[in-house]
């Protein structure tokens, strides 16, 4: 099945690790990507050099942007021809990065590192020197049944490094894989792990998530084994709430739905997934029907304290609350909001705008028929509405080439009524395109004549 593509810069520099002495192979995504026809982010690459050296070889190769704080781990990164790579030493004894004292033990042998590494997908390599796949655990058999499976004992390797749990999810849908039994037992046996991990690592693995292309199926997985508790527990009080009464449908597979619908931006993702997070505290039956008063803000209360937890800039946190609570301002509008609610929506919504009127969409999709009929009729008349207020703002701007000031030092006079004829007769012209706002010199010159005619009365 070998589809291989290996650059001629890749076998060159295998060629001056043979030189030094050192073994060098492609791990990892750069080759699970490649037998899977995906186009490769980053090399990754393995050696039994240790960093000092892994830095001296590629330095003289020609990689630029070599970087150094992975070193301790065994790691070195580069660039060569705007091509990341990443260097590392082998390994044998696994590490948790999150444990206070991380053990790395460099190894001696490829299949040693292969060993350590996290899904037998990951763990096939390919030889730059005997230019063939390595592949001791069977990876490309199931690359081909589209199989995430750990590398041994799944419950080992999730207790040993438990942010693996999250990245068989991950994998799982980035690459529309299946997780085989027996790792997904694993994560429902060693959730409890997970709660060791340093936010940002978590943050990392549902970036990814919540970008493929499905994301729907990680929170389902995250729900089914229970990981859910240790990363946004939030969202279970959710499932099995009604939300529309008849529409057989709970909060929670809105939610899901809203999530894959919404365009693969991370803040639009994670609006998506935190957006109604407060319906359930906020449901109140009014007759026939469910509302959810305020949910927006108790919603957008709660996303902050999500993304905070998880380590976010405060500009992500606080970008991603906003839109939460500004989510239903939109399908809200009846049609009968004054040219001011207009306005002040705009001015709240700032540079959100866009980013509302997207999600917007994404949301209203899930309803029934006439109700998003009705909805894309209303949210086109507000995008006119605003494009009309912004257009006469604009005009509103405009003003005379010359201010009073510029008059009154121009004709050595002092304030008085003969200023606002003159400025009135330059705005009327700048209207009608017959003079440029910033042109002052025409200005003076029309100023100068219009006086001529009317000489100023002291
Ligand atoms: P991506 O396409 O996202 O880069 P990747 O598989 O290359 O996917 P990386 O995070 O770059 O993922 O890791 C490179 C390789 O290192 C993995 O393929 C895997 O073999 C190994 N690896 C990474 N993280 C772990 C881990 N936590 N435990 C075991 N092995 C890991
Ligand atoms: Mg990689």
Same mark, same amino acid.
């Not at 589809?3 to 890749?10: F, G, K, T, Y």
């Not at 190769?61 to 070193?71: L, S």
């Not at 509302?291 to 998880?310: Q, Y």
């Not at 009073?404 to 009524?417: D, I, K, Q, S, Y």
């Given at each position: 099945?070998?589809?291989?593509?290996?650059?001629?810069?890749?076998?060159?520099?295998?060629?001056?690790?043979?030189?030094?002495?050192?073994?060098?192979?492609?791990?990892?995504?750069?080759?699970?990507?490649?037998?899977?026809?995906?186009?490769?982010?980053?090399?990754?690459?393995?050696?039994?050099?240790?960093?000092?050296?892994?830095?001296?070889?590629?330095?003289?190769?020609?990689?630029?942007?070599?970087?150094?704080?992975?070193?301790?781990?065994?790691?070195?990164?580069?660039?060569?021809?705007?091509?990341?790579?990443?260097?590392?030493?082998?390994?044998?004894?696994?590490?948790?990065?999150?444990?206070?004292?991380?053990?790395?033990?460099?190894?001696?042998?490829?299949?040693?590192?292969?060993?350590?590494?996290?899904?037998?997908?990951?763990?096939?390599?390919?030889?730059?020197?005997?230019?063939?796949?390595?592949?001791?655990?069977?990876?490309?058999?199931?690359?081909?049944?589209?199989?995430?499976?750990?590398?041994?004992?799944?419950?080992?390797?999730?207790?040993?490094?438990?942010?693996?749990?999250?990245?068989?999810?991950?994998?799982?849908?980035? /690459?529309?894989?299946? %997780?085989? #039994? !027996?790792? @997904?037992?694993? *994560?429902?046996? =060693?959730? &409890?792990?997970?709660?060791?991990?340093?936010?940002?690592?978590?943050?990392?693995?549902?970036?990814?998530?919540?970008?493929?292309?499905?994301?729907?199926?990680?929170?389902?997985?995250?729900?089914?084994?229970? /990981?859910?508790?240790? %990363?946004? #527990? !939030?969202? @279970?009080?959710? *499932?099995?709430? =009604?939300? &529309?009464?008849?529409?057989?449908?709970?909060?929670?597979?809105?939610?899901?739905?809203?999530?894959?619908?919404?365009?693969?931006?991370?803040?639009?993702?994670?609006?998506?997934?935190?957006?109604?997070?407060?319906?359930?505290?906020?449901?109140?039956?009014?007759?026939?029907?469910?509302?959810?008063?305020?949910? &927006?803000?108790?919603?957008?209360?709660?996303?902050?304290?999500?993304?905070?937890?998880?380590?976010?800039?405060?500009?992500?946190?606080?970008?991603?609350?906003?839109?939460?609570?500004?989510?239903?301002?939109?399908?809200?509008?009846?049609?009968?909001?004054?040219?001011?609610?207009?306005?002040?929506?705009?001015?709240?919504?700032?540079?959100?705008?866009?980013?509302?009127?997207?999600?917007?969409?994404?949301?209203?999709?899930?309803?029934?028929?006439?109700?998003?009929?009705?909805?894309?009729?209303?949210?086109?008349?507000?995008?006119?509405?605003?494009?009309?207020?912004?257009?006469?703002?604009?005009?509103?701007?405009?003003?005379?080439?010359?201010?009073?000031?510029?008059?009154?030092?121009?004709?050595?006079?002092?304030?008085?009524?003969?200023?606002?004829?003159?400025?009135?007769?330059?705005?009327?012209?700048?209207?009608?395109?017959?003079?440029?706002?910033?042109?002052?010199?025409?200005?003076?010159?029309?100023?100068?004549?219009?006086?001529?005619?009317?000489?100023?009365?002291?």
């Amino acid at each position: 099945m070998a589809n291989l593509n290996i650059p001629e810069w890749l076998k060159k520099l295998g060629e001056d690790f043979k030189e030094s002495g050192f073994e060098l192979s492609i791990v990892g995504g750069a080759i699970r990507n490649q037998l899977l026809n995906l186009p490769v982010k980053e090399w990754d690459l393995t050696t039994n050099a240790r960093p000092d050296k892994i830095e001296q070889i590629i330095r003289s190769f020609g990689c630029k942007k070599i970087g150094t704080i992975g070193k301790r781990f065994g790691t070195i990164t580069g660039e060569f021809n705007s091509e990341p790579i990443e260097v590392t030493t082998y390994r044998s004894e696994d590490y948790s990065i999150d444990s206070r004292k991380p053990i790395v033990e460099f190894g001696s042998s490829l299949e040693e590192d292969l060993a350590r590494r996290d899904f037998t997908v990951n763990a096939i390599a390919y030889d730059l020197e005997k230019n063939k796949l390595i592949d001791p655990y069977d990876g490309q058999g199931d690359i081909e049944d589209k199989i995430i499976r750990s590398v041994g004992d799944a419950r080992d390797r999730f207790n040993e490094d438990p942010l693996r749990m999250l990245r068989a999810i991950r994998f799982m849908v980035q /690459l529309n894989f299946e %997780i085989e #039994p !027996e790792t @997904l037992g694993g *994560i429902k046996v =060693e959730k &409890e792990r997970f709660a060791i991990l340093s936010s940002e690592r978590v943050a990392g693995e549902m970036d990814k998530i919540l970008l493929a292309s499905k994301p729907s199926r990680a929170i389902e997985v995250m729900v089914e084994t229970g /990981l859910i508790n240790y %990363i946004l #527990p !939030e969202l @279970l009080p959710s *499932i099995n709430i =009604e939300f &529309e009464a008849h529409q057989h449908k709970d909060i929670y597979h809105h939610i899901l739905q809203v999530l894959d619908q919404t365009p693969p931006i991370i803040e639009l993702r994670w609006c998506a997934l935190l957006h109604d997070i407060a319906k359930p505290q906020t449901r109140r039956r009014v007759g026939n029907e469910w509302h959810f008063l305020g949910h &927006e803000n108790v919603g957008s209360r709660t996303a902050k304290n999500v993304l905070r937890r998880l380590k976010y800039s405060n500009e992500f946190v606080d970008y991603v609350s906003k839109l939460v609570y500004l989510h239903q301002r939109i399908p809200n509008d009846d049609g009968l909001w004054t040219d001011g609610a207009v306005r002040r929506f705009v001015r709240d919504a700032g540079e959100t705008l866009d980013d509302l009127f997207a999600f917007a969409e994404a949301d209203s999709t899930g309803g029934n028929q006439v109700k998003l009929a009705k909805y894309k009729a209303g949210r086109d008349k507000l995008k006119e509405r605003i494009a009309k207020l912004e257009e006469e703002a604009e005009i509103a701007k405009i003003k005379s080439p010359l201010s009073g000031e510029e008059l009154m030092e121009m004709f050595h006079r002092p304030a008085g009524a003969w200023i606002k004829p003159i400025k009135e007769k330059l705005l009327e012209m700048v209207l009608d395109g017959e003079l440029k706002e910033d042109d002052k010199e025409k200005a003076a010159e029309i100023a100068r004549q219009l006086v001529r005619d009317n000489p100023i009365q002291t």
